[in-house]
Nanobody
Framework: QVQLVESGGGLVQAGGSLRLSCAAS????????MAWYRQGPGKQRELVAG???????NYADSVKGRFTISEDNAKNTVYLQMNSLKPEDTAVYYC????????????????WGQGTQVTVSS
């Protein structure tokens, strides 16, 4: 089993910053990729940013230049630094991971965190 625990959400004024953290724990062989998704009120869940095991990153167009995803491999933790926040960034942010659970089983499984609320006031 894999657990993803998010932290760092909260209420911030427009233009402010927050840093989200997602710590992965449990038993797994390899962490292939991790990402942050978000789901705003009345909206579908969307990809915000992702990072592969080789460090390659990708971002939604709406957050490019404002958000930065990074990781600490030693801590199995991924971060999302969010700057210049806008009211439209208000959403529940979810951590997502693709894990290879066992060396003997050569495919990945998907895991989700419980979500952390980010609210940006205007």
């Amino acid at each position: 089993q894999v657990q993803l625990v998010e932290s760092g959400g909260g209420l911030v004024q427009a233009g402010g910053s927050l840093r989200l953290s997602c710590a992965a724990s449990g038993t797994f062989f390899r962490r292939n990729a991790m990402a942050w998704y978000r789901q705003g009120p009345g909206k579908q869940r969307e990809l915000v940013a992702g990072i592969t095991s080789s460090g390659r990153t990708n971002y939604a167009d709406s957050v490019k230049g404002r958000f930065t995803i990074s990781e600490d491999n030693a801590k199995n933790t991924v971060y999302l630094q969010m700057n210049s926040l806008k009211p439209e960034d208000t959403a529940v942010y979810y951590c997502h991971a693709e894990m290879q659970i066992s060396k003997a089983v050569p495919f990945t499984t998907q895991w989700w965190g419980q979500g952390t609320q980010v609210t940006v006031s205007s």
